[in-house]
């Protein structure tokens, strides 16, 4: 039968332009076993293999970037949320699962979903999954050992050049240190705002522009003047005049 043998190396021209060659030998047999002929093959390869080098640097930094940066990049399945195509290593930090993990299993996302935000975000997910648009959404995760971690979740939902989907490629960004301040100031305004419609006094904020508009006014003021806290809210500062005792007014 024909024996083949085949190299690639770099040659060069007369001009000293370097070439990387493919170059193949092929032993053509004849009769009785003999060698008949040998078929040699000469390919310049030079802009081919350029072009797989810089691919390669390109996704060698790619990858880079994407593995080193704090935030979560991945890429799923479309109509399927529990099928991760890719996941980044540092999912790791985030949740206590190593990317190997992730992939191994394919209904992690959904296990890990806080029973409190489960509905709203499939919901959200198979709405974009029919109408294409981008997800974008903030909901619990449950971590390895428990706890709720907070997630930013943002995926465009790639297509290919006649507009076929390819994949969803989202991040996820750690944004419990934010949700955890907004709660601490959700309760502080709260029980600032219980203290403040305890007291036996009329507490309010008014404009520094002259205006006399009040920005808020505590509930007293119904008991205290007989006027609700819209209506006084919606006073300028001459309606706000007119209600002072014609002696003090001046």
């Known amino acids: 039968g024909q024996t083949t043998f085949e190299w690639e190396g770099t040659n060069q021209t007369l001009s000293g332009e370097t070439l990387v060659v493919n170059m193949i030998w092929s032993a053509v047999p004849g009769h009785e076993q003999s060698l008949d002929r040998v078929i040699v093959s000469l390919l310049d390869v030079t802009e081919r293999r350029r072009t797989e080098k810089q691919l390669q640097e390109s996704e060698s930094r790619f990858r880079d970037l994407v593995e080193k940066t704090s935030a979560v990049i991945y890429n799923d399945a479309v109509n399927d949320c529990s099928s991760a195509i890719y996941m980044s290593p540092s999912i790791e930090n985030l949740l206590?699962?190593?990317?190997?993990?992730?992939?191994?299993?394919?209904?992690?996302?959904?296990?890990?979903?806080?029973?409190?935000?489960r509905e709203r975000v499939l919901e959200q997910h198979l709405r974009t999954n029919k109408t294409g648009e981008p997800f974008k959404c903030e909901y619990r995760l449950l971590h390895r050992n428990g706890s709720a971690v907070w997630v930013r979740d943002d995926a465009t939902l790639l297509r290919d050049a006649v507009g076929k989907y390819l994949h969803w490629q989202g991040v996820l960004l750690d944004i419990t240190d934010r949700k955890q301040a907004e709660e601490a100031q959700r309760v502080a305004e709260a029980n600032y705002r219980t203290m403040v419609e305890q007291i036996p006094a009329i507490t309010y904020v008014d404009t520094a522009d002259g205006s006399g508009l009040s920005t808020f006014v505590s509930p007293q003021i119904e008991s205290m003047l007989g006027i609700c806290q819209e209506e006084l809210m919606r006073m300028d500062a001459k309606q706000w005049g007119d209600m002072i005792y014609p002696e003090d007014r001046t």
Do not use: K, S, V
Not at 96 to 117: R, S
């Open 96 to 117: 206590g699962y190593t990317a190997e993990e992730w992939l191994a299993d394919p209904a992690i996302w959904i296990h890990l979903l806080h029973p409190e935000d």
